[in-house]
């Protein structure tokens, strides 16, 4: 199964500073997935990203706020932009493997 | 909306038991069905994938699908206090969408 490398893993930000996220993957692979998890809760969806196409935004998320970059089929990143103490959430990348779907490590981000 | 529920837990077993996790769906159109076991701090990990009405095992993990009762189980045999964590449910579509819908997870705990 593929493996990613996700960095940082962990973060402390100032209110109104913005973060990126780094994915790498060790294989080429068509779509990647960004999810949040907010502390106590599930995964949500933030959006899709497809190699030389914007990504696809879910309700409640917009390219603005989560700046999304897919520049080859092995790497992504994800800004989360003018941080506010509602960003602190674990944001994690994800890819199909074709039977499951593989998730980076995870970064955990405190806006303070 | 697409929704998957699960009970939040905890489910607490003894040691050497059987734990049963359950999980439903609304959107008769899924697919995929997916158990992800997530320990706190950490990343989720595919314990099982699902296709098919009926049972699946993977060593002492099985996995049941009921379609037209959209529903999905997680059945632990022999609870080990590893075993304790979040388990996660997802589904998906199998369309062009492929990102997966998670529910809120249920917490396990095995009991020594």
């Known amino acids: 199964s593929a493996v990613i490398s996700q960095k940082p893993s962990r973060d402390i930000c100032q209110r109104g500073t913005s973060l990126t996220i780094q994915c790498q993957v060790d294989s080429q692979v068509t779509m990647m997935f960004w999810y949040r998890q907010q502390p106590g809760q599930s995964l949500t969806l933030i959006a899709t990203a497809n190699q030389g196409s914007e990504a696809t935004y879910e309700s409640g998320f917009v390219i603005d706020k989560f700046p999304i970059s897919r520049p080859n089929l092995t790497f992504s990143t994800l800004t989360v932009s003018n941080m506010s103490p509602e960003d602190s959430s674990i944001y994690l990348c994800s890819v199909d493997q074709g039977d499951g779907y593989t998730f980076g490590s995870g970064t955990r981000l405190t806006v303070v | 909306q697409k929704e998957v529920e699960q009970n939040s837990g905890p489910l607490s077993v003894p040691e050497g038991a059987i734990a049963s996790l359950n999980c439903t769906y609304s959107?008769?159109?899924?697919?995929?069905f997916f158990w992800y076991r997530q320990y706190s701090g950490k990343s989720p990990e595919l314990i099982m994938s699902i296709y098919s009405n009926g049972d699946k095992e993977d060593g002492r993990f099985t996995a049941q699908l009921n379609k037209a009762s959209q529903y999905v189980s997680l059945l632990i045999r022999d609870s080990q206090p590893s075993d304790s964590a979040t388990y996660l449910c997802?589904?998906?579509?199998?369309?062009?969408?492929?990102?997966?819908?998670f529910g809120s997870g249920t917490r396990l705990q095995v009991q020594p």
């Open positions: 997802a589904v998906n579509e199998d369309t062009g969408r492929r990102a997966l819908t």
């Open positions: 959107d008769r159109v899924s697919q995929s």
